[in-house]
T-cell receptor
Framework: KAGVTQTPRYLIKTRGQQVTLSCSPISGHRSVSWYQQTPGQGLQFLFEYFSETQRNKGNFPGRFSGRQFSNSRSEMNVSTLELGDSALYLC????????????FGPGTRLTVL | AQTVTQSQPEMSVQEAETVTLSCTYDTSESDYYLFWYKQPPSRQMILVIRQEAYKQQNATENRFSVNFQKAAKSFSLKISDSQLGDAAMYFCAYSAVDSSYKLIFGSGTRLLVRP
């Protein structure tokens, strides 16, 4: 069974631009979560989607948003990029909303110049 | 709020030896899960082992085992017969039903394996 896939793997943007990251979960998994990893703040939860609905949201500004499609694929959007948004963005999937174990994708490395 | 603490920024072990990584957590919940994830240089986060808080028996996965002390809120990872491929960042993580199972991570421990 294929794992979680994320595209693109690397991205370079400039301040003020917006970016969209994509995540395809493991087949049969309907819950997708996003995490941000930075050297300073470590790994932080962004949000979770299940059945196209946001179930949970971390403490991030409204510039960070996401959505989930009927095939469980998810996108994350960051508008008005700031230098501090440079990070590894990890997507994780699990079978249902009430499943405890999450499986991660390889991440998207975003660099904001 | 729940927190996870890994007090060892870096550990080193000789190949074939045993090493233990420490993790403590703070929670008022009774129903939760604990995990160890491995992040090699490729940055792919790999699940190493999982522990359900209501199970007293310590989880084991091949060379990896945990020492789960619920009262002490301690969850250490023991790696036996260390291999060069074990070199990576190791993250301890917590999730609970009340927070929809979102993962709360520790700051990580970098494990170096000496040949």
């Amino acid at each position: 069974k294929a794992g979680v896939t994320q595209t693109p793997r690397y991205l370079i943007k400039t301040r003020g631009q917006q970016v969209t990251l994509s995540c395809s979960p493991i087949s049969g998994h309907r819950s997708v979560s996003w995490y941000q990893q930075t050297p300073g703040q470590g790994l932080q939860f962004l949000f979770e989607y299940f059945s196209e609905t946001q179930r949970n949201k971390g403490n991030f500004p409204g510039r960070f948003s996401g959505r989930q499609f009927s095939n469980s694929r998810s996108e994350m959007n960051v508008s008005t990029l700031e230098l501090g948004d440079s990070a590894l963005y990890l997507c994780a999937s699990k079978r249902t909303a009430n499943t405890d174990t999450q499986y991660f994708g390889p991440g998207t490395r975003l660099t904001v110049l | 709020a729940q927190t996870v603490t890994q007090s060892q920024p870096e550990m080193s072990v000789q190949e074939a030896e045993t090493v233990t990584l420490s993790c403590t957590y703070d929670t008022s919940e009774s129903d939760y899960y604990l995990f160890w994830y491995k992040q090699p240089p490729s940055r792919q986060m790999i699940l190493v082992i999982r522990q359900e808080a209501y199970k007293q028996q310590n989880a084991t996965e091949n060379r990896f085992s945990v020492n789960f002390q619920k009262a002490a809120k301690s969850f250490s990872l023991k790696i036996s017969d260390s291999q060069l491929g074990d070199a990576a960042m190791y993250f301890c993580a917590y999730s609970a039903v009340d927070s929809s199972y979102k993962l709360i991570f520790g700051s990580g421990t970098r494990l170096l394996v000496r040949p």
